[in-house]
């Protein structure tokens, strides 16, 4: 009679590997400045759209449409502060934790959100440079996870040589789990 290979043996839950006490790598503040601009860019253009049209002379509007106008402008640059004030501590909550075996991706404000993606599970892994990415010399990763068609998640904010060596580490390292 042979022994059984199949083993089930009870892990204590505190001896396992902390995630939540990990030092998490920020993304760079050079991005965390871009964006910032780039929103209040996009803001201000709203805000200035809606502020023509408001105090236009060409075709004017009749009284009702001008508060109309005026109460929308309000509402719009409210919103557009909310905005860049959550998207600037959006930025400044997403980081990323690389270990031995996996990628963790850490985000969110209110809601917090982590991912973690085991090398071994990693499809591949792609680099992208936009043009205000190139101008500044960042990039972005997007990870993979096999089975998927969509990326896992993506590192924003990385400086390009950063993001080169992470990713060369990254395709390094996927296959090492499984010799173990």
């Given amino acids: 009679m042979t022994t059984p290979l199949f083993s089930n043996q009870v892990i204590d839950s505190a001896q396992l590997a902390q995630y939540q006490h990990q030092q998490v790598t920020p993304l760079q503040p050079t991005h965390i400045k871009a964006n910032v601009v780039l929103r209040l860019i996009s803001t201000g253009i709203v805000l200035l759209l809606l502020a023509v049209a408001r105090w236009q002379t060409i075709s004017p509007f009749s009284a009702e449409a001008q508060e109309n106008l005026s109460i929308a402008l309000m509402v719009v640059a409210a919103l557009a502060l909310m905005l860049n004030i959550y998207g600037y501590f959006a930025d400044k909550a997403k980081g990323y934790v690389l270990r031995e075996s996996d990628i963790s991706f850490y985000t969110g404000v209110f809601f917090k959100k982590v ?21 500044l010399d960042l990039a972005t990763i997007q990870v993979f996870s096999a089975g998927g068609a969509l990326h896992t998640f993506e590192l924003p904010g990385l400086y390009h040589q950063d993001a080169l060596a992470l990713r060369q580490f990254i395709l390094a390292h996927k296959d090492v789990s499984a010799h173990e």
């Fill in 115 to 135: 991912v973690i993606q085991p090398l071994l599970r990693l499809q591949h892994i792609e680099l992208k440079r936009g043009p205000i990415e190139r101008k």
